[in-house]
Nanobody
Framework: QVQLVESGGGLVQAGGSLGLSCAAS????????MGWFRQAPGKEREFVAT???????YYADSAAGRFTISRDNAKNTVYLQMNSLKSEDTAVYYC???????????????????WGQGTQVTVSS
């Protein structure tokens, strides 16, 4: 069982930056792929970024070049640094953990086993 708790959301102006954190419980954090997803009102949950247990990183096209995902296994924490934020980045951001996430399906929410409660990110234009 893995419990995930996100923090760091808030209100920021367009062009600004925000950093999210996701703290995980459990001793096997390092063995999980950790992902960030987001869901805007009226839209489906969408993939943002994932870092695998081996440290390979994947980004959605909308995040590449602006967002940076990282993990600290000693702290059981995954991070998402978001720069050059746009109004369309406004959403609830969720952290997810997956034990057996395949490269071909890492963008699917169904590939992940555990989810945090989400943190709101609002970008004002």
């Amino acid at each position: 069982q893995v419990q995930l708790v996100e923090s760091g959301g808030g209100l920021v102006q367009a062009g600004g930056s925000l950093g999210l954190s996701c703290a995980a419980s459990g001793r096997t954090f390092s063995g999980y792929a950790m992902g960030w997803f987001r869901q805007a009102p009226g839209k489906e949950r969408e993939f943002v970024a994932t870092i695998t247990s081996s440290g390979r990183i994947y980004y959605a096209d909308s995040a590449a070049g602006r967002f940076t995902i990282s993990r600290d296994n000693a702290k059981n924490t995954v991070y998402l640094q978001m720069n050059s934020l746009k109004s369309e980045d406004t959403a609830v951001y969720y952290c997810a953990a997956g034990r057996f996430v395949r490269i071909g399906t890492l963008q699917r929410a169904s590939s992940y086993d555990y989810w945090g409660q989400g943190t709101q990110v609002t970008v004002s234009s």
